[in-house]
């Protein structure tokens, strides 16, 4: 395996970068993973060989254009196992998306005094939309709990599910705790119910092998940049009954059939969604993206990803002081912790000094913060690329910042 882990990391230009003259320890996953070669290149030739608008030309760089963005969109339908190409929507990303499903979808749907079910550990992105629909509609967005080891309490979430409910819309793992939330339950649950489901997989997606299919998930949101892709690409998949119901999110080019003073038809899904000149880049850069993670193989990720979170954890709480946040059986590669005494700001701070980046804040989930009482955690999140070396001079630098700053 280390044979294969020093070919892989061959591959990420930015993995070779050093910091303040020390090797880089990227443990910043969570927010973005770093890039390998072919989907750098993948974007620059697309801006050297084949730079033209897609849909609107019959001269051959569109055509080439067009056809590797429609490429890309059948790439990411087998990825995710969607029935229908036309169920693969470009968005800027996680955020983006769940937006289209709370202004398309939630604002047709959601009437005065519905409910939407969401969870304490979300993301900001997936509370703020619900709550500009609700202020909207006059609905109510309640919140399932989570528990003290960073679970959802599924009694709590069994109970708040009710004839009001509208949509249920969670994480499937958590960005801060790492918990990877018993989604396929979830659905079932709703199911019995009639609600449809939204999954915010930004993280999992990177991680985890999914099927929207055997999920039987309605909606499901992720961005490209955590994917090993570009920044500004997303995807979100929907049912095509509901891309067939829902209202265009924006209005413009590409996603109208006819236009008239009087009247405008609209195009079919999934163009009805994508309206202007698309991050044409970006959709190709995101599907070699999910070319290269395809070719290395969830199986090895998920293993690789395993054994760094289970050794990290293990040294991590070999530090004096040291409190582990979200304690999950079932977790991604995520790591927020605490050390007494010591602000994370400038646990991070020292520790970018020695070469290592880590998140530090409330990673956007200020009300689980509020649930722990703490104003935030330092955060190191991992990837197939990262190895246990790393872990060891990551431990040893939280070791001599604690004598630094104690």
């Given at each position: 395996?280390?044979?294969?882990?020093?070919?892989?990391?061959?591959?990420?230009?930015?993995?070779?970068?050093?910091?303040?003259?020390?090797?880089?320890?990227?443990?910043?996953?969570?927010?973005?993973?770093?890039?390998?070669?072919?989907?750098?290149?993948?974007?620059?030739?697309?801006?050297?060989?084949?730079?033209?608008?897609?849909?609107?030309?019959?001269?051959?760089?569109?055509?080439?254009?067009?056809?590797?963005?429609?490429?890309?969109?059948?790439?990411?339908?087998?990825?995710?196992?969607?029935?229908?190409?036309e169920e693969i929507v470009f968005t800027k990303?996680?955020?983006?998306?769940?937006?289209?499903?709370?202004?398309?979808?939630?604002?047709?749907?959601?009437?005065?005094?519905?409910?939407?079910?969401?969870?304490?550990?979300?993301?900001?992105?997936?509370?703020?939309?619900?709550?500009?629909?609700?202020?909207?509609?006059?609905?109510?967005?309640?919140?399932?709990?989570?528990?003290?080891?960073?679970?959802?309490?599924?009694?709590?979430?069994?109970?708040?599910?009710?004839?009001?409910?509208?949509?249920?819309?969670?994480?499937?793992?958590?960005?801060?705790?790492?918990?990877?939330?018993?989604?396929?339950?979830?659905?079932?649950?709703?199911?019995?119910?009639?609600?449809?489901?939204?999954?915010?997989?930004?993280?999992?997606?990177?991680?985890?092998?999914?099927?929207?299919?055997?999920?039987?998930?309605?909606?499901?949101?992720?961005?490209?940049?955590?994917?090993?892709?570009?920044?500004?690409?997303?995807?979100?998949?929907?049912?095509?009954?509901?891309?067939?119901?829902?209202?265009?999110?924006?209005?413009?080019?590409?996603?109208?059939?006819?236009?008239?003073?009087?009247?405008?038809?609209?195009?079919?899904?999934?163009?009805?969604?994508?309206?202007?000149?698309?991050?044409?880049?970006?959709?190709?850069?995101?599907?070699?993206?999910?070319?290269?993670?395809?070719?290395i193989g969830f199986s090895f990720i998920e293993?690789?990803?395993?054994?760094?979170?289970?050794?990290?954890?293990?040294?991590?709480?070999?530090?004096d002081g040291l409190k582990i946040i979200g304690?999950?059986?079932?977790?991604?590669?995520?790591?927020?912790?605490?050390?007494?005494?010591?602000?994370?700001?400038?646990?991070?701070?020292?520790?970018?000094?020695?070469?290592?980046?880590?998140?530090?804040?409330?990673?956007?989930?200020?009300?689980?913060?509020?649930?722990?009482?703490?104003?935030?955690?330092?955060?190191?999140?991992?990837?197939?690329?990262?190895?246990?070396?790393?872990?060891?001079?990551?431990?040893?630098?939280?070791?001599?910042?604690?004598?630094?700053?104690?």
């Amino acid at each position: 395996m280390n044979e294969l882990i020093d070919k892989v990391r061959n591959d990420f230009p930015t993995l070779s970068t050093t910091v303040n003259g020390k090797p880089l320890i990227y443990f910043d996953n969570g927010a973005t993973s770093q890039k390998p070669s072919v989907v750098i290149d993948a974007v620059s030739n697309y801006y050297r060989f084949s730079n033209s608008n897609v849909h609107r030309g019959v001269h051959y760089l569109s055509q080439q254009a067009t056809q590797q963005y429609e490429q890309s969109r059948d790439i990411i339908q087998e990825f995710i196992g969607a029935e229908n190409r036309e169920e693969i929507v470009f968005t800027k990303g996680t955020t983006d998306a769940i937006n289209i499903v709370a202004f398309s979808w939630a604002n047709k749907y959601v009437q005065k005094g519905d409910e939407i079910l969401i969870t304490t550990m979300e993301h900001h992105s997936n509370i703020v939309p619900w709550q500009m629909v609700c202020e909207k509609k006059q609905a109510n967005l309640v919140v399932a709990d989570v528990n003290s080891v960073g679970e959802i309490q599924m009694d709590d979430l069994k109970r708040k599910i009710g004839n009001k409910t509208k949509l249920i819309s969670i994480t499937h793992v958590s960005n801060t705790l790492g918990t990877i939330n018993p989604v396929k339950e979830i659905i079932e649950l709703a199911r019995v119910n009639n609600i449809p489901v939204l999954l915010d997989a930004a993280q999992s997606v990177p991680h985890i092998s999914l099927d929207v299919k055997e999920l039987d998930c309605d909606f499901l949101a992720f961005s490209g940049h955590k994917l090993f892709g570009p920044t500004g690409i997303g995807v979100l998949y929907a049912k095509r009954k509901w891309l067939e119901e829902m209202d265009p999110y924006q209005g413009g080019g590409d996603m109208i059939k006819e236009v008239t003073f009087k009247k405008t038809t609209y195009n079919s899904p999934p163009h009805k969604f994508e309206a202007g000149t698309p991050n044409i880049a970006g959709v190709i850069g995101l599907a070699t993206a999910i070319k290269y993670v395809q070719n290395i193989g969830f199986s090895f990720i998920e293993k690789q990803e395993k054994q760094l979170l289970e050794y990290a954890t293990n040294e991590m709480l070999k530090v004096d002081g040291l409190k582990i946040i979200g304690c999950s059986a079932n977790k991604a590669g995520v790591i927020s912790f605490l050390i007494k005494d010591i602000h994370p700001f400038d646990l991070g701070t020292l520790l970018d000094q020695q070469g290592i980046a880590i998140r530090t804040g409330h990673h956007c989930t200020q009300p689980l913060m509020d649930y722990y009482k703490i104003p935030g955690t330092a955060r190191a999140s991992f990837s197939f690329y990262n190895t246990i070396k790393e872990i060891d001079e990551f431990v040893l630098a939280l070791q001599k910042a604690k004598q630094m700053l104690s």
